[in-house]
């Protein structure tokens, strides 16, 4: 019986801070949306992902 492939990340860390820079364009030009606070959690918890 063979073992399952080890799981490989999906996003680097370039992703992760390609990522944010696009999402912190999207705050600074939607600031005033209903979902701006949702993006700027997003926002940090990239930023979090991008420092492991």
């Known amino acids: 019986m063979t073992e399952p492939a080890r799981a490989r990340a999906v996003l680097s860390n370039e992703d992760f801070k390609l990522l944010k820079e696009a999402v912190r364009f999207y705050l600074q030009q939607n600031e005033d949306s209903p979902d701006s606070t949702k993006y ?3 926002y940090h ?3 979090s ?3 492991r």
């Open 40 to 42: 700027s959690n997003l």
């Open 45 to 47: 918890r990239l930023g």
């Open 49 to 51: 992902a991008a420092g």
